[in-house]
């Protein structure tokens, strides 16, 4: 019934959320379309498109890019545009279209919208107290010695929360924020005798954190200079249902366009050196919350591009950093380089003192992290003798390689690649035989601790992986298994190997998935099991050739049919002729061999067994 409050994570709220969505209407909201023929056509805004490439299909309600090759339905769009997951998809479409989405508990549903109340109310709080109180007069001043001009502060919404124990607690209530909405937003704290809370933030400039679509989840806060000498610098909101700071980076929401045209992301340390950086012109820069770089932040980060730039002091602290991001990330499909500041030096100094050209010489020399190590274990050992520099930076580049889980996400091929190159490098810099380096790396692989060994299905390969052509037959199989008006009976009559290709079969086996579970096969149920990506486009342009082939269906059937009884005949063909090629067979075995193998050579070229007489 309209306005039913349905299961976020059901299929009826993917269908409901989907059927309420005009894909027209939504592509349309990002880009201008005009109708060319049946499809509406625009340009495509993940490739320079000097003509429209990028077809919407009203009927299908599809889109594909014809020249990225890329394509889906209204969440496979909404995914790709936004850079985020399906359920981040789900939930936005929803609200667009008006439809609420339940996680099981409308109590608990109530409090999370209250939640996001309270944040971006108490944000705004923050932002006016430091532009008009009295008693922010100590914050503006510090951020303007620290070079911060009104525009960037506005900007970024940087606010302060003054030094009393209850300034934001006492605004709540009659402004509609009761004391657990706020609690829950990690903005106030009970008092020890739970005799109440009191504020959390107090007497710090305030920096609001906003999720990708620009939502404010948490707060960070920095002790202005003159403070309590046991007061922490910088504090951060607890880990909230919205806020997880190592899945988080300050500045992503205003930085995601700059990142996907620069082709990389710039990662600092703290929230004035990402201001400060983008004061001087650098847009692609976003700040870590207090932690290092972890596998979160660059599954995020690799939604916009696929280098990682990681400003890091020089100092020894530095270094120990960079050598955590180095083990932590090796096993990451992404391009990490780090970027090494003067001793004594931050970003945020750098860039206020020298503008955009200073941080940008320091970015620009950014090396590989393998060389980062290579050269910080050297220059520390730089009184060894040389062979014992040389063997411990070998083992400090070869030790974190060992420790690289099968179950990373680097697929088989691209850790043999990643290995090769590191042994390459470690080669080439010392003068080292190669098969010496990998024999010294399955040693270290017996000794270091890696999880048990994970095979991937084939079928989720091939949906991580660039996809080959498809052969002539498997197209024909899946077209007819988008168009069959029994798809779910058609995909009973199939098996894995009636078709070549591991893609085609990684169709299959998602169709088996979803007619299991629905009792039907289509398009959309297709994109719904398999993971956004080549095969989404694959998918969308099988959906629409097969719409526009003349022959009926039924008739597609029967040709179809025919030739599966002749590919049939002709693999049991080929297995008698390798049985008679390599068994020691007695007459009779032998000549009856011969007899099935003329009888499928007769019906592999479709013709009928001869009549006696």
């Known amino acids: 019934m309209p306005g039913a409050v349905i299961n976020a994570g059901g299929d009826d709220a993917k269908e409901r959320v989907r059927e309420a969505t005009d894909i027209v209407d939504l592509v349309g909201s990002y880009m201008v379309l005009r109708r060319a023929g049946k499809a509406m056509v625009g340009r495509c805004p993940w490739h320079d498109d000097s003509r429209p490439s990028l077809s919407v299909n009203p009927e299908?309600?599809?889109?594909?890019?014809?020249?990225?090759?890329?394509?889906?339905?209204?969440?496979?769009?909404?995914?790709?545009?936004?850079?985020?997951?399906?359920?981040?998809?789900?939930?936005?479409?929803?609200?667009?279209?008006?439809?609420?989405?339940?996680?099981?508990?409308?109590?608990?549903?109530?409090?999370?919208?209250?939640?996001?109340?309270?944040?971006?109310?108490?944000?705004?709080?923050?932002?006016?107290?430091?532009?008009?109180?009295?008693?922010?007069?100590?914050?503006?001043?510090?951020?303007?010695?620290?070079?911060?001009?009104?525009?960037?502060?506005?900007?970024?919404?940087?606010?302060?929360?003054?030094?009393?124990?209850?300034?934001?607690?006492?605004?709540?209530?009659?402004?509609?924020?009761?004391?657990?909405?706020?609690?829950?937003?990690?903005?106030?704290?009970?008092?020890?005798?739970?005799?109440?809370?009191?504020?959390?933030?107090?007497?710090?400039?305030?920096?609001?954190?906003?999720?990708?679509?620009?939502?404010?989840?948490?707060?960070?806060?920095?002790?202005?200079?003159?403070?309590?000498?046991?007061?922490?610098?910088?504090?951060?909101?607890?880990?909230?249902?919205?806020?997880?700071?190592?899945?988080?980076?300050?500045?992503?929401?205003?930085?995601?366009?700059?990142?996907?045209?620069?082709?990389?992301?710039?990662?600092?340390?703290?929230?004035?050196?990402?201001?400060?950086?983008?004061?001087?012109?650098?847009?692609?820069?976003?700040?870590?919350?207090?932690?290092?770089?972890?596998?979160?932040?660059?599954?995020?980060?690799?939604?916009?591009?696929?280098?990682?730039?990681?400003?890091?002091?020089?100092?020894?602290?530095?270094?120990?950093?960079?050598?955590?991001?180095?083990?932590?990330?090796?096993?990451?499909?992404?391009?990490?380089?780090?970027?090494?500041?003067?001793?004594?030096?931050?970003?945020?100094?750098?860039?206020?003192?020298?503008?955009?050209?200073?941080?940008?010489?320091?970015?620009?020399?950014?090396?590989?992290?393998?060389?980062?190590?290579?050269?910080?274990?050297?220059?520390?050992?730089?009184?060894?003798?040389?062979?014992?520099?040389?063997?411990?930076?070998?083992?400090?580049?070869?030790?974190?390689?060992?420790?690289?889980?099968?179950?990373?996400?680097?697929?088989?091929?691209?850790?043999?690649?990643?290995e090769d190159q590191v042994i390459g490098r470690l080669s080439r810099r010392f003068g080292l035989e190669t098969a010496g380096l990998r024999r010294r790396l399955e040693e270290l692989r017996l000794v270091s601790p890696r999880e048990a060994f994970f095979d991937a299905p084939e079928e989720e390969l091939a949906v991580a992986a660039p996809l080959d052509p498809l052969p002539a037959w498997d197209r024909e199989v899946l077209e007819l298994l988008l168009s069959h008006p029994d798809a779910a009976g058609f995909v009973a009559q199939l098996a894995p190997d009636d078709l070549d290709s591991p893609t085609a079969r990684a169709v299959l086996a998602a169709a088996a998935r979803s007619a299991a579970a629905t009792g039907h096969v289509s398009l959309h149920g297709l994109l719904d099991e398999l993971a956004a990506g080549p095969l989404h486009s694959l998918l969308v342009a099988l959906d629409e050739d097969a719409a526009d082939r003349p022959l009926p269906v039924t008739e597609r059937l029967v040709h179809w049919e025919e030739s599966r009884r002749r590919r049939t005949a002709h693999r049991l063909a080929q297995a008698s002729v390798t049985a008679l090629k390599s068994s020691t067979l007695d007459p009779g075995a032998e000549a009856d061999l011969l007899e099935r193998l003329v009888a499928h050579r007769r019906a592999v070229q479709g013709m009928t067994e001869p009549k006696e007489g």
């Open 60 to 418: 299908r309600q599809s889109f594909r890019c014809w020249v990225c090759d890329i394509g889906g339905d209204v969440f496979s769009f909404l995914m790709r545009m936004e850079r985020i997951e399906f359920r981040e998809a789900l939930e936005l479409l929803a609200q667009r279209a008006g439809i609420p989405l339940s996680r099981g508990s409308g109590q608990r549903d109530d409090l999370r919208a209250a939640v996001r109340a309270a944040l971006e109310w108490s944000a705004g709080r923050f932002t006016a107290c430091l532009r008009d109180a009295p008693e922010a007069e100590g914050a503006r001043r510090y951020l303007t010695e620290r070079g911060l001009t009104p525009a960037t502060i506005e900007r970024f919404g940087v606010g302060y929360a003054p030094a009393g124990w209850d300034w934001l607690l006492r605004q709540g209530p009659a402004a509609g924020h009761q004391a657990d909405a706020l609690e829950q937003a990690g903005l106030i704290v009970p008092r020890q005798d739970r005799s109440g809370h009191y504020d959390r933030f107090r007497d710090r400039v305030m920096f609001p954190i906003r999720d990708p679509q620009g939502r404010c989840i948490a707060f960070g806060g920095r002790a202005l200079p003159g403070g309590p000498p046991d007061a922490a610098k910088y504090i951060n909101s607890p880990e909230t249902p919205l806020f997880s700071k190592s899945g988080t980076l300050y500045g992503l929401d205003t930085a995601r366009e700059a990142i996907t045209r620069s082709g990389r992301t710039v990662v600092v340390e703290g929230y004035m050196d990402c201001l400060a950086a983008r004061q001087a012109g650098h847009g692609d820069v976003v700040a870590v919350l207090g932690t290092a770089v972890g596998e979160r932040h660059a599954r995020l980060l690799r939604r916009y591009a696929e280098r990682i730039v990681l400003v890091l002091d020089g100092d020894a602290a530095g270094r120990r950093r960079a050598d955590e991001v180095l083990d932590r990330l090796l096993a990451e499909p992404i391009d990490l380089r780090i970027a090494r500041l003067p001793t004594g030096t931050d970003p945020c100094d750098l860039a206020m003192a020298g503008g955009h050209a200073s941080l940008a010489a320091v970015i620009d020399a950014a090396i590989d992290p393998i060389d980062y190590r290579m050269d910080s274990t050297l220059e520390r050992l730089g009184d060894r003798p040389a062979d014992q520099a040389i063997l411990a930076a070998v083992e400090a580049v070869l030790t974190p390689l060992a420790r690289v889980s099968p179950r990373a996400p680097l697929s088989p091929a691209q850790r043999r690649i990643r």
